[in-house]
């Protein structure tokens, strides 16, 4: 008998981008750093589908598991607080739930999540931070997603570590023209690699720290550092196999699953 596997065709990407009104300074630039970062992505020899979220006090997703080439220029409408948790957690439970659903083998062989946010959390009313901790190391531990965590204004290193991310999946960027096309620039190559032929998957393989160094520390010259790195690219470390799919139970024990999991295995 045959192994179910999941489609290593099939790519999903997922966006959430930040919308509050502090981001009205870069909001130009950060829909054309985006739309950048999807054309970069449709160079891809894959079947790349795209779920597009923004947050502010509230979330909404703009559209789900979209055919990347009917994928609308995106457009920002800055406004509200920053409820960075309660929309980490929303989209990824939901497409965890929508995986979930599907047979075996029409799930995607790739997933990634981006995230952008030019602020610290402060209006959340949902998630914890621990929930939404436990959740993502979830997701990257038991079924390799690969998660990319963009933050300007802060140590996106510091605060991406704290939420569960390495520190090689997150970049610092400056809130400022240069900083938004170099963040976007790099986020669109470190996840073209992660989707290149031969690949099998997760960042979070050993020497993973050499993919996207575009981190820094608080202080000038960190963020200087960042910005100019950025702008370069780096060849990964062979990424190691995975399986999408499963979603915490309940918010308050994310370690549950609504789906049962199944190993990856080779025919």
């Not at 045959?2 to 930040?18: F, K, N, W």
């Not at 160079?43 to 502010?56: G, M, N």
């Not at 073209?192 to 720290?209: D, E, F, W």
């Amino acid at each position: 008998m045959g192994v179910t596997m999941t489609d290593p065709a099939q790519s999903l990407i997922a966006v959430l981008l930040d919308r509050s009104g502090s981001m009205q300074s870069i909001k130009s630039d950060t829909e054309g750093g985006l739309a950048a970062f999807f054309e970069e992505q449709r160079k891809v020899e894959k079947t790349v589908r795209v779920t597009f979220a923004q947050f502010d006090t509230e979330y909404e997703c703009l559209y789900s598991n979209t055919p990347l080439e009917q994928v609308p220029p995106p457009v920002l409408y800055p406004r509200g607080g920053t409820a960075l948790y309660d929309a980490i957690g929303k989209l990824v439970t939901d497409i965890g739930a929508e995986l979930a659903s599907r047979p075996e083998s029409d799930r995607p062989g790739t997933v990634i999540v981006v995230i952008l946010t030019d602020g610290h959390e402060n209006s959340s009313r949902e998630w914890t931070h621990s929930a939404v901790r436990s959740l993502i190391q979830q997701q990257q531990n038991d079924y390799n997603w690969d998660f990319l965590f963009l933050g300007a204004n802060m140590d996106a290193v510091q605060i991406g570590t704290e939420l569960g991310f390495g520190p090689q999946q997150s970049i610092t960027y400056g809130a400022a023209p240069a900083g938004v096309q170099g963040v976007f620039r790099a986020a669109g190559a470190y996840s073209s690699r992660l989707q290149a032929p031969g690949a099998t998957g997760s960042a979070r393989a050993a020497g993973a720290a050499a993919r996207c160094r575009g981190s820094a520390t608080s202080s000038e010259a960190g963020r200087a550092r960042a910005r100019e790195e950025t702008l370069r690219t780096r060849r990964p470390a062979a990424p190691r196999p995975w399986e999408p799919g499963g979603v915490p139970r309940e918010r308050a024990a994310p370690a549950r699953s609504l789906c049962r999991r199944s190993a990856w295995r080779r025919r």
